[in-house]
């Protein structure tokens, strides 16, 4: 499975857009961008995902340059209630191992008023 | 759906004794997984299973933790003897076909939190 490597923590305020970069420099042909949120006391939970370019949701939009060796996923006008840790997986689901989601450190986001 | 349900959602026990976790999936899922969460390690990815069946186990830490699937509806995740290093959070996910790849995602528990004293 690839490595990524994405920042520990990071700060915002309500209203504002904040994106999040993940590295993975050792993307598959066959891989997928995954970005899934995990709020205290939860689960994960699947955001997005996306092989190039951008995807859009009600949620997220994810942002692929061309080499796909790295990700940005940006949350639109932030509130207090997307303050959560955010985790970036790549894979296909088959390879490394069979069908396993790997999860790596993730990006713990604190919005502030 | 009521989505995956995990019982109990805390669970306190003593050194020694034996713990049982359980988990009904999303129906119609054909992956069940079973996860456990700690501040030092994060998630980790303790086994998983296709239509009932342990396909990977390499997670699992030692010969006191087993798993087991008995049929699609249910599966469980027993600790004997429990320790306090076992401490954490365990989630269990479902999924139907490959996750990680194309449109496929897992739905996660709300979690068991286990306390060993």
């Known amino acids: 499975l690839a490595k990524t490597t994405q920042p520990i923590s990071m700060d915002s305020y309500e209203g504002q857009e904040v994106n999040i970069t993940c590295s993975h420099n050792n993307i598959a042909t066959n891989d997928y961008i995954t970005w899934y949120q995990q709020f205290p006391s939860q689960g994960p939970r699947f955001i997005i995902q996306?092989?190039?370019t951008k995807v859009t949701n009600e949620v997220a939009s994810l942002f692929i340059p061309a080499d796909r060796k790295s990700s940005t996923l940006s949350l639109p006008r932030v509130s207090l209630s997307d303050t959560a840790v955010y985790y970036c997986?790549?894979?296909?689901?088959?390879?490394?191992?069979?069908?396993?989601?790997?999860f790596g450190t993730g990006t713990q986001l604190k919005v502030e008023l | 759906d009521a989505g995956v349900i995990q019982s109990p959602r805390h669970e306190v026990t003593e050194m020694g004794q034996e713990v049982t976790l359980r988990c009904k999936p999303i129906?119609?899922?054909?992956?069940l997984f079973w996860y456990r969460q700690t501040m030092m390690r994060g998630l980790e990815l303790l086994i998983y299973f296709n239509n009932n069946v342990p396909i990977d186990d390499s997670g699992m830490p030692e010969d006191r933790f087993s798993a087991k699937m008995p049929n699609a509806s249910f599966s469980t995740l027993k600790i004997q003897p429990s320790e306090p290093r076992d401490s954490a959070v365990y989630f269990c996910?479902?999924?139907?076909?490959?996750?990680?790849?194309?449109?496929?995602?897992?739905?996660f528990g709300q979690g068991t939190r286990l306390t060993v004293v």
């Open positions: 996910a479902s999924s139907l076909g490959y996750i990680g790849g194309q449109g496929t995602e897992a739905f």
């Open positions: 129906s119609g899922h054909d992956y």
């Open positions: 996306g092989y190039k």
């Open positions: 997986l790549v894979g296909d689901g088959l390879t490394g191992g069979g069908n396993k989601l790997t």
